[in-house]
């Protein structure tokens, strides 16, 4: 679990910066083709004004991935740019005075808080998890495996028929 605190007694009003670490064992994120090299670097802008605090910066990150296509491993640097937003108070409070259930593009980016402490460490989570590429690429135009023999056609043709080179995408995961 991330937990990452700020809190609002040390925060000054108006801008200040903010650098942290993450432990990437603390994503508790399990996955074959995804292996976190080493921590996560956050860069952060805190903006106070009176009970607004936006949170805006870049997450790093270097991991190990395993390409979908020619199933090798290969290592990419990812930079994620993150914004979120908190208002002193309850969401339901205010939903209540909003009246219409329209949701706005304002209601997904903003986060409310009570108290004098605001936990970021879940929403930095899914950020982070969510730049991860759901079929790992090693380049955009791996060509994969030769479905027949599991040649890697990147390194050059098998001589397999074209159409058999490349008909069955499943099941190559078993050849290598
Ligand atoms: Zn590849
Ligand atoms: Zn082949």
């Keep these: 679990m991330v937990i990452l605190k700020l809190d609002l007694r040390k925060i000054p009003d108006g801008e200040s910066r903010k650098s942290f670490l993450i432990n990437s064992s603390q994503l508790e994120y399990q996955k074959d083709e995804v292996t976190f090299q080493g921590d996560i670097q956050g860069e952060i802008i805190l903006s106070r004004r009176s009970g607004e605090i936006q949170v805006q910066g870049q997450l790093s990150f270097m991991t190990s991935l395993t390409c979908s296509r020619c199933l090798l491993p290969f290592e990419k640097n990812f930079t994620e740019e993150i914004f979120l937003r908190y208002l002193k108070g309850h969401p339901n409070r205010r939903n209540q005075t909003s009246g219409e259930g329209e949701i706005t593009e304002e209601d997904l980016t903003t986060n409310f808080y009570e108290g004098e402490e605001i936990e970021i460490g879940e929403a930095l989570r899914d950020s ?37 080179r490349f008909s069955r995408w499943k099941g190559l995961k078993g050849l290598k």
């Design 128 to 164: 982070i998890l969510l730049a991860l590429p759901v079929k790992p690429l090693c380049r955009e135009n791996c060509k994969g495996l030769c479905s027949r023999c599991g040649q890697d056609l990147n390194l050059g043709d098998c001589g397999c028929p074209e159409e058999e």
